[in-house]
T-cell receptor, first 115, second 117 residues
Framework: AQSVTQPDIHITVSEGASLELRCNYSYGATPYLFWYVQSPGQGLQLLLKYFSGDTLVQGIKGFEAEFKRSQSSFNLRKPSVHWSDAAEYFCAVGGRNNAGNMLTFGGGTRLMVKP | EAQVTQNPRYLITVTGKKLTVTCSQNMNHEYMSWYRQDPGLGLRQIYYSMNVEVTDKGDVPEGYKVSRKEKRNFPLILESPSPNQTSLYFC????????????????FGSGTQLSVL
């Protein structure tokens, strides 16, 4: 069965500082990997996804993530955080045997940004 | 505007009183899904539908029903709600998934906060 772990429940960074949100997954083969962001009172918006090819993927809002097969990780990074990035972030894994239809989400990481 | 619309946004009900949360999408998506979001647990899939009249259980289907009579609508039904179904619910839809590896993006609704007393 596929599973996702986001070890950090809360993270606080200063505006302008760099950010890394951790995501570890469990899946028997190469999975589909996603990062979603949820702003307060909103649904989820896709930041980026990895299906195949280059293991460093670029997303919207200046985010990027790197797939590391040896570490079963898909960490999300941003070089310089803006106050508007404060939100909850979810990592998700989709199985290739069902074309990624069944997504399993991590527990989420709430990001707070200090001025 | 492409969107997934859920109604209502907020709902307070009592144990045992049947309720339906509606979900509608205007993108002609074949795939639709329901999730519940609980603190520390992320989103867990309740049911999903690959197309009209095709539905399947997700990870936490107990206590829920769905139907897919039309492509655009995918209502979530709680026949006899219980307090442990108090949660934030999200509907989502995406483009066809017949081809493995095809790029797919989930579109989420704004959520329905349900409280069962």
């Amino acid at each position: 069965a596929q599973s996702v772990t986001q070890p950090d429940i809360h993270i606080t960074v200063s505006e302008g500082a760099s950010l890394e949100l951790r995501c570890n997954y469990s899946y028997g083969a190469t999975p589909y990997l996603f990062w979603y962001v949820q702003s307060p009172g909103q649904g989820l918006q896709l930041l980026l996804k990895y299906f195949s090819g280059d293991t460093l993927v670029q997303g919207i809002k200046g985010f990027e993530a790197e797939f590391k097969r040896s570490q079963s990780s898909f960490n999300l990074r941003k070089p310089s955080v803006h106050w508007s990035d404060a939100a909850e972030y979810f990592c998700a894994v989709g199985g290739r045997n069902n074309a990624g239809n069944m997504l399993t989400f991590g527990g989420g990481t709430r990001l707070m940004v200090k001025p | 505007e492409a969107q997934v619309t859920q109604n209502p946004r907020y709902l307070i009900t009592v144990t045992g009183k049947k309720l339906t949360v509606t979900c509608s999408q205007n993108m002609n998506h074949e795939y639709m899904s329901w999730y519940r979001q609980d603190p520390g647990l992320g989103l867990r899939q309740i049911y999903y539908s690959m197309n009209v009249e095709v539905t399947d259980k997700g990870d936490v289907p107990e206590g829920y029903k769905v139907s897919r009579k039309e492509k655009r609508n995918f209502p979530l039904i709680l026949e006899s709600p219980s307090p442990n179904q108090t949660s934030l619910y999200f509907c989502a839809s995406s483009t066809p998934t017949r081809n493995r590896g095809q790029t797919r993006k989930l579109f989420f609704g704004s959520g329905t906060q349900l409280s069962v007393l």
